[in-house]
């Protein structure tokens, strides 16, 4: 278990430097943008006077080198400044739309994952029948149709037509959990169409490309059921590429819902990021920027961790 | 046996598979192919049958037809009888068959390492068959799976099913699948090469223990191999197979004795090539001098452990010993791949770089390899002329016309029509095919050393000899030296001049062949040498006896 431990500390390591390189690259293209913070906040309008005491005040004068590593040094404590549009620190604008978007996320994914892998377990087993072409031809066309899209057409048929769920998911007041989870089933449900086919697809054709192996005619001739040949010898040695692809599907689920969060006035990060570069509010771009590339770093690292905890040989050393 | 004369009345001989003209087919990506065309095969309770033939004669496929299972791309045709104790397989349903498969016909594959599954423990995959057909309970099953591994002597069998397929050996492994096949006491097992994969020291102890539980179990078995040895020692009655069809079927002392096809009289040929040995010349420089060297991978144990020894100018030595002896880990010392951590090769006395990179051009044209791989070997997706061209133009810098009547000459050395293959890809030939390219490929170099790894071990053998009189006559024509490294004792006794022996990554013994082939011998060469099988039927038997039962392959270690 020692090799696990220094793999999974090598891998963090890892991440924390891709982290800290993604950061310079976020600052600093930031800086690249025609204009600076001041001008921004005061517009068009300014006088040069007032340009250089807001300056300033605001540390600009400083060289960029100094103010990325107080801006890093903030950002490692949570703090990422104060927004230039509204004055509230960001932190706190950004941690509430955080929270939705994780927990729209986690509901999709609590639907996604184990919906598309079973059908995939499916598809494997009942691989080139009417079934399996159906199947394929659904989710594919619910991947390649825009999210707003489909999107609507939810909201036509279960908000407008039979009123079952709200169309629009505002989350206000105090709301019970059941009352939450019905208020965000449409959108939940939209980011459940786009990211099944991805992950059933691999499901499919990672257990597909195992049902060549010596050990799978083993089974075959040992009289294992067809179901359990799938479930109980080739699903378990097909985890490490299943798990690739659910890990960059939940990193989608975060990172790129806007459309969805925008068609169903949903408050969360995607739409503060939109607000932000509209009115070119760069502290949370930055500090958006910033979690959305931890978030992937965070969950390829699980995948990788998780792809390494299914293989036995690394499990059970000799 | 299964003849007439048995002294046991009780033993009568009861039909148990019955299968009549059976026709197999492939499908190529276009049509269907013939596999097997036609072969009638009768299995009695409790006799052993050998299906011998070269690699493509259909021997697994009518293993796995013997279950009523067609691999994935081929297709039972209509017309064929396979019957089982009077269950017609072709015409059961699928949910039939299964409930046969695993309870009362059992696999044994020829590689157990990649038909365990690697993710379960060796018991939980022993006992899946039983506890499925509710015939026995799983803690039942359990301890039963422990009896097995006792009878089978596997090391610790109270605790090996508790591991994992990749925490124990080759020849361990072989038997627990032996033992998995036993799990619901089939009254058929098809052993599909069983021992292929294995050195000849753990060979021995997996084929006293498959003879032992059939014999105690009473169980009928197809045996199927292509290693006649093996087969005397495990069947009543041989059946030879030649491109899916019979060539003949015999009781396994007349078959040996007396066979009446003239293909089966030219398997039985084989073993005759045998070439003059050589003596040293006297006080020449060596061409590859091996002195002292040590070597490990990357941060491991030490693999190699002082080896030393002296290759001459136009002999051929061989280096033989088991799987992990260091034989090939030698060879990638002299090419420079591995840079050795003590020692040094020196070559026409001139000590080599230890890295190839640091080599000379003419320094590393001196050396080439020829692989035990052809398949994997040869780039499938460049064409013959380029994967013998791209040697010669790289050392000799040959260019345009030049460069095409060399790589013809070479085409020609190694007896293949030049206009016919120039412009071939590799998965277009054969297996022997693909060796002699290897070799052109090593020759384009213009070496005076070729280091051969195991180059005939994945062949057949008829075309194995073929490759062997081939390499001999390059010898003779280009004065070449060879290091043959390989773990079959046949193939040294036809080629080599010396004979270099490993074991642990030390040398245990060298000399010249004549005197390693004759007493007294180092105890392990002793080993290796009496593991042979030999086409005497009686063979195992007697070796069992002299060296006692505990007293084989790993056991025997010395």
């Known amino acids: 278990m020692g090799d696990i431990v220094t793999l999974i500390a090598k891998r963090l390591g890892l991440g924390l430097i891709t982290l800290l390189i993604i950061s310079i690259i976020i600052f600093f293209m930031v800086e690249l943008l025609p204009g600076d913070i001041a001008q921004a906040v005061l517009g068009q309008g300014a006088t040069e006077e007032n340009l250089a005491a807001l300056r300033e005040q605001m540390g600009l004068n400083k060289p960029s080198i100094v103010r990325y590593f107080e801006w890093l040094g903030g950002a490692v404590v949570g703090d990422f400044g104060e927004s230039i549009v509204t004055g509230e620190r960001v932190s706190a604008v950004i941690s509430d739309r955080l929270v939705n978007t994780l927990f729209l996320a986690a509901y999709a994914a609590v639907i996604a994952v184990p919906f598309a892998i079973t059908l995939g377990i499916i598809v494997a087993l009942l691989r080139n029948t009417l079934f399996d072409r159906v199947a394929n031809v659904l989710t594919l066309t619910s991947i390649s149709s825009p999210e707003f899209f489909l999107g609507y057409v939810l909201i036509l048929f279960l908000a407008v037509k039979s009123s079952a769920f709200p169309a629009i998911a505002s989350l206000s007041g105090d709301l019970s959990f059941g009352e939450l989870l019905h208020r965000t089933f449409l959108p939940a449900l939209t980011l459940v169409l786009v990211v099944t086919a991805h992950m059933m697809r691999m499901t499919r054709a990672a257990i597909i490309n195992l049902l060549a192996s010596p050990y799978i005619e083993m089974a075959r001739l040992k009289g294992t059921p067809p179901w359990k040949v799938i479930v109980k010898h080739a699903l378990p040695n097909a985890w490490a590429p299943i798990i690739n692809v659910v890990a960059l599907n939940l990193a989608y689920l975060i990172t790129g ?62 | 046996m299964t003849d007439m004369t048995n002294n046991d009345p009780m033993k009568k001989k009861q039909v148990l598979l019955e299968i009549k003209d059976l026709k197999i087919e492939g499908y190529t990506g276009e049509n269907w192919v013939p596999i097997i065309k036609g072969v009638d095969l009768t299995l009695h309770r409790g006799e052993v049958m050998g299906l011998i033939g070269e690699s493509g004669a259909g021997k697994s496929t009518i293993g796995a037809a013997a279950m009523g299972y067609a691999r994935d791309g081929t297709r039972i045709v209509e017309g064929s009888s396979i019957e089982f104790d009077g269950i017609e397989l072709t015409t059961s349903t699928s949910a039939e068959k299964r409930a046969l498969r695993g309870s009362r016909i059992a696999y044994v594959a020829q590689s157990a390492a990649a038909s365990f599954n690697p993710a379960h423990k060796l018991i939980d995959q022993h006992t899946e068959a039983p506890v499925q ?8 099953a359990q301890e039963d799976a422990i009896e097995l591994y006792e009878r089978l002597r596997l090391p610790n069998p109270e605790e090996i099913g508790f591991r994992y397929p990749h925490q124990v050996s080759g020849g361990q492994l072989q038997r627990a699948m032996t033992a998995m096949a036993m799990a619901c006491r089939p009254d058929l097992i098809i052993f599909d090469e069983p021992t292929t994969a294995l050195d000849v020291t753990t060979q021995i102890e997996v084929l006293a223990a498959i003879r032992d539980i059939v014999d105690q179990f009473n169980t009928a078995a197809i045996y199927i ?231 005939t071990s994945a062949l057949d053998q008829l075309v194995a000899e073929g490759i062997l009189r081939l390499l001999d006559r390059l010898q003779k024509e280009l004065n070449l030296a060879y290091m043959f490294i390989t773990h079959d004792l046949a193939t040294v006794r036809a080629i080599a001049d010396e004979v270099v022996v490993m074991q642990h990554g030390k040398v245990v013994e060298q000399g010249p062949k004549t005197e390693m082939f004759t007493p007294p011998h180092h105890p392990y060469t002793d080993l290796l040498l009496s593991s042979v099988p030999e086409m005497d039927p009686n063979w195992l038997t007697t070796l069992l006896e002299e060296r006692g039962v505990d007293n084989v392959g790993e056991a025997a270690d010395v």
């Open chain 2, 133 to 140: 057909y509710r015939i026995k309970k799983r803690l039942e």
């Open chain 1, 257 to 318: 819902v806007v459309l969805v969060e925008v068609v169903f006035v949903y408050p969360g990060i995607g739409q503060s990021l939109v607000d932000a570069v509209s009115k070119r509010d760069f502290p949370v771009v930055q500090a958006c920027c910033l979690i959305f590339a931890a978030t992937f770093i965070l969950l390829n690292l699980a995948a990788d961790v998780g792809a390494i905890l299914t293989n036995p040989r690394l499990r059970h050393p000799k």
């Open chain 2, 225 to 455: 191999t292509h290693d006649l040895a093996v087969v005397a020692q495990m069947a009543d009655t041989i059946k030879v197979l030649l491109k899916g069809e019979e060539v003949e079927e015999a009781p396994t002392e007349q078959m040996l004795k007396n066979p009446k096809e003239d293909y089966t009289k030219s398997l039985w040929a084989v073993r005759s090539f045998e070439r003059p040995q050589k003596e040293r010349p006297k006080n020449a420089t060596p061409l590859v001098s091996v002195q002292n060297i040590d070597a490990a991978y990357t941060g491991g144990v030490k693999v190699l452990d002082n080896v030393s020894f002296d290759i001459h100018e136009g002999m051929t030595v061989a280096v033989v010993g088991e799987s992990g002896s260091g034989k090939s880990t030698t060879a990638r010392v002299i090419t420079g791949l591995l840079p050795p951590s003590n020692g040094q090769v020196l070559f026409r006395g001139e000590p080599l770089p230890p890295k190839y990179t640091d080599r000379s051009k003419d320094q590393l044209r001196q050396a080439q390899m020829i692989y035990q791989m052809a398949d994997t070997a040869l780039n499938p997706k460049v064409r013959i002329s380029e994967i013998i061209g791209r040697p010669a133009r790289f050392y000799s810098g040959l260019s345009g016309t030049a460069l095409k009547s060399r790589v013809d000459e070479l085409l020609d050395l190694i007896e293949l029509e030049p206009s016919k293959y120039y412009d071939r890809f590799p998965p277009e030939l054969s297996g022997g095919q693909k060796q002699r390219i290897g070799i052109a490929r090593a020759l384009a170099a213009e070496p005076s050393f070729i280091i051969c790894d195991e180059v």
